[in-house]
């Protein structure tokens, strides 16, 4: 009797340590299953984050005063250059217009900055606006440079039409802002209503992506791509700021 | 006292028993969502950097770090989902994120400011932008809820965690007397 009972609590025993062993095992097969998921979550995270660091581009843009499809404004040789890539029918152009345009002005004449506009086509998509205005700013520039150009490119910002009417500009109106700007009618007024300097916004707008640009204002402080700010506006104050 | 899991369920009009499946569904859809997110924009690091600075909320050197690592965030939470590992963690995940992204959306709406919402790639100034607010404001209601639900629920079917790490049995331990 005595002894069936140790033998019982023998086997009870030796069960209980297999149990136990067993548990060991399992919860030793748990941590490494947990420790390589985790590592593997962790190097897909990783790797999707390098995916994306190796697919950014940076943009490098010929230096300020080297193109040909912008018009730039002071003293080449002023210690800093600036360079804004925009698209006439961009609101956040006009609002980063609106916020530098003077000081930029000031700051050029002062000899602090060398500021190139590159105005090219991006929201062509939404109507043909973007392309008639670089035209038009294009024809104007040739015809009666870069000074008048400046101040057409300024018009233009100041009338923009908004992006849900695009066509609410006209080409007339073109001719008219060009005429303001001090351009002479019977120069640019048949080719502005003609768009006729569709290639030149073409060749602006594949520049322009050569460069790596791809969304605008974009705004450039000695070769970078400067972005320092919340908003717009703090973009235009901090860049000021460091030009003063 | 049963969990939240059958009351969360029973929300969405879905019988008790069918919880788990209802859990697998919601993992699916969430999942591919974040995955198809995710992996739009994975290519696109500067339009992606760009969409999160139109919301004009976080300053540029933070703008672009979120940027870079949102789709890789994505992917992660899409594919954990998908394959249910980890499912409830990364239900946190995922509802953090809606949530960040409700507040994103609802801030411009009130600011005015007209954007592309860049959920799926994309991004950036759109003057017809706030009529789509509403309906982005509330599939992400919608996806919230189903990460909500997966955070309740326990488990769901077919979920990779059942077989990768098994739910520790519980050992009936042999007690005196017990089970005679």
């Given at each position: 009797?005595?002894?069936?009972?140790?033998?019982?609590?023998?086997?009870?025993?030796?069960?209980?340590?297999?149990?136990?062993?067993?548990?060991?095992?399992?919860?030793?097969?748990?941590?490494?299953?947990?420790?390589?998921?985790?590592?593997?979550?962790?190097?897909?995270?990783?790797?999707?984050?390098?995916?994306?660091?190796?697919?950014?581009?940076?943009?490098?843009?010929?230096?300020?005063?080297?193109?040909?499809?912008?018009?730039?404004?002071?003293?080449?040789?002023?210690?800093?250059?600036?360079?804004?890539?925009?698209?006439?029918?961009?609101?956040?152009?006009?609002?980063?217009?609106?916020?530098?345009?003077?000081?930029?002005?000031?700051?050029?004449?002062?000899?602090?900055?060398?500021?190139?506009?590159?105005?090219?086509?991006?929201?062509?998509?939404?109507?043909?606006?973007?392309?008639?205005?670089?035209?038009?700013?294009?024809?104007?520039?040739?015809?009666?440079?870069?000074?008048?150009?400046?101040?057409?490119?300024?018009?233009?910002?100041?009338?923009?039409?908004?992006?849900?009417?695009?066509?609410?500009?006209?080409?007339?109106?073109?001719?008219?802002?060009?005429?303001?700007?001090?351009?002479?009618?019977?120069?640019?007024?048949?080719?502005?209503?003609?768009?006729?300097?569709?290639?030149?916004?073409?060749?602006?707008?594949?520049?322009?992506?050569?460069?790596?640009?791809?969304?605008?204002?974009?705004?450039?402080?000695?070769?970078?791509?400067?972005?320092?700010?919340?908003?717009?506006?703090?973009?235009a104050k901090n860049i000021l700021a460091e030009l003063q | 006292?049963?969990?939240?899991?059958?009351?969360?369920?029973?929300?969405?009009?879905?019988?008790?028993?069918?919880?788990?499946?209802?859990?697998?569904?919601?993992?699916?859809?969430?999942?591919?969502?974040?995955?198809?997110?995710?992996?739009?924009?994975?290519?696109?690091?500067?339009?992606?950097?760009?969409?999160?600075?139109?919301?004009?909320?976080?300053?540029?050197?933070?703008?672009?770090?979120?940027?870079?690592?949102?789709?890789?965030?994505?992917?992660?939470?899409?594919?954990?989902?998908?394959?249910?590992?980890?499912?409830?963690?990364?239900?946190?995940?995922?509802?953090?994120?809606?949530?960040?992204?409700?507040?994103?959306?609802?801030?411009?709406?009130?600011?005015?400011?007209?954007?592309?919402?860049?959920?799926?790639?994309?991004?950036?100034?759109?003057?017809?932008?706030?009529?789509?607010?509403?309906?982005?404001?509330?599939?992400?209601?919608?996806?919230?809820?189903?990460?909500?639900?997966?955070?309740?629920?326990?488990?769901?079917?077919?979920?990779?965690?059942?077989?990768?790490?098994?739910?520790?049995?519980?050992?009936?331990?042999?007690?005196?007397?017990?089970?005679?």
């Amino acid at each position: 009797m005595s002894s069936t009972k140790n033998e019982k609590a023998d086997r009870r025993q030796k069960a209980a340590e297999l149990r136990a062993a067993q548990a060991k095992r399992e919860a030793r097969r748990r941590l490494f299953t947990i420790i390589g998921v985790v590592a593997a979550v962790v190097l897909i995270i990783g790797g999707a984050v390098v995916v994306s660091l190796a697919s950014k581009k940076d943009v490098v843009a010929a230096p300020a005063g080297s193109s040909e499809y912008g018009v730039a404004i002071g003293d080449k040789s002023a210690p800093h250059q600036v360079i804004v890539y925009e698209d006439f029918l961009c609101p956040f152009c006009r609002e980063f217009e609106a916020a530098t345009r003077d000081d930029f002005a000031q700051l050029a004449s002062d000899g602090k900055v060398y500021v190139e506009y590159r105005p090219f086509d991006l929201l062509s998509q939404i109507g043909d606006y973007p392309i008639r205005a670089a035209s038009a700013f294009a024809v104007v520039k040739d015809a009666s440079g870069p000074e008048v150009a400046k101040k057409f490119h300024d018009l233009l910002f100041e009338n923009q039409p908004s992006e849900q009417d695009p066509g609410s500009v006209s080409n007339d109106d073109l001719v008219k802002l060009a005429v303001e700007a001090g351009a002479d009618e019977a120069e640019v007024g048949d080719d502005i209503r003609n768009v006729a300097r569709k290639d030149w916004v073409s060749e602006a707008t594949a520049e322009a992506q050569k460069a790596g640009v791809t969304g605008t204002p974009t705004v450039l402080l000695d070769g970078k791509v400067y972005d320092n700010g919340r908003t717009i506006d703090d973009i235009a104050k901090n860049i000021l700021a460091e030009l003063q | 006292m049963s969990t939240t899991a059958p009351a969360a369920a029973r929300a969405v009009g879905v019988r008790r028993d069918d919880a788990p499946w209802f859990g697998l569904a919601a993992r699916i859809v969430v999942g591919a969502v974040w995955l198809v997110a995710g992996a739009l924009k994975l290519t696109h690091p500067d339009a992606s950097i760009a969409a999160v600075r139109a919301y004009q909320l976080l300053p540029g050197g933070l703008a672009e770090a979120v940027g870079t690592v949102l789709p890789a965030i994505e992917i992660g939470v899409g594919l954990l989902l998908v394959v249910g590992l980890f499912t409830r963690a990364a239900a946190v995940v995922s509802g953090l994120l809606l949530v960040a992204f409700l507040i994103g959306i609802a801030s411009v709406w009130a600011r005015g400011i007209a954007i592309d919402c860049g959920c799926f790639g994309g991004g950036g100034a759109d003057a017809g932008a706030a009529s789509s607010y509403p309906w982005e404001m509330a599939r992400d209601a919608a996806l919230l809820a189903g990460s909500v639900a997966l955070i309740a629920l326990r488990r769901t079917r077919l979920a990779l965690q059942a077989l990768l790490l098994p739910a520790p049995l519980i050992h009936p331990t042999p007690v005196e007397g017990a089970g005679s």
